[in-house]
């Protein structure tokens, strides 16, 4: 992993934002959270870390939990890749780099 890997939550949107938004309780609004993640330069950053880890709950990627379980969880799969691009507005790190 190199340092932009690493070092992708410090160019988060998220930054500063009440942390509870991304993790609402059953049945309440993601809206609010999925507008925050809609211009957020690590956006698929944030989604593949979400699936490579398995987080159950919260809105990663401006994905909820339910969004996420549609995608491929496994990163050896190669439906993973192309699921993550066609979520994100922007590309991961390790695609910008072999672009
Ligand atoms: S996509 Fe992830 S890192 Fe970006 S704002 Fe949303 S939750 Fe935060």
């Known amino acids: 992993m190199d340092e932009n890997e690493?070092?992708?939550q410090e160019?988060?949107?998220?930054?500063g934002v009440d942390p509870d938004l991304f993790f609402p309780e059953r049945g309440a609004s993601t809206r609010e959270?999925?507008?925050v993640c809609r211009g957020c330069v690590v956006r698929?950053?944030?989604l593949e870390y979400a699936l490579v880890n398995g987080e159950k709950f919260g809105i990663w990627g401006g994905l909820s939990e339910r969004e996420r379980r549609r995608?491929?969880?496994d990163p050896r799969d190669?439906?993973?890749d192309?699921?993550?691009l066609s979520e994100v507005q922007t590309l991961p790190?390790?695609?910008?780099?072999?672009?």
């Open 78 to 80: 190669a439906r993973f």
């Open 82 to 84: 192309r699921a993550i």
């Open 71 to 73: 995608l491929p969880p």
């Open 6 to 8: 690493q070092n992708w």
């Open 44 to 46: 698929g950053e944030c």
């Open 11 to 15: 160019s988060a949107n998220c930054l």
């Open 33 to 35: 959270a999925k507008e």
């Open 93 to 99: 790190f390790r695609f910008r780099n072999s672009a």
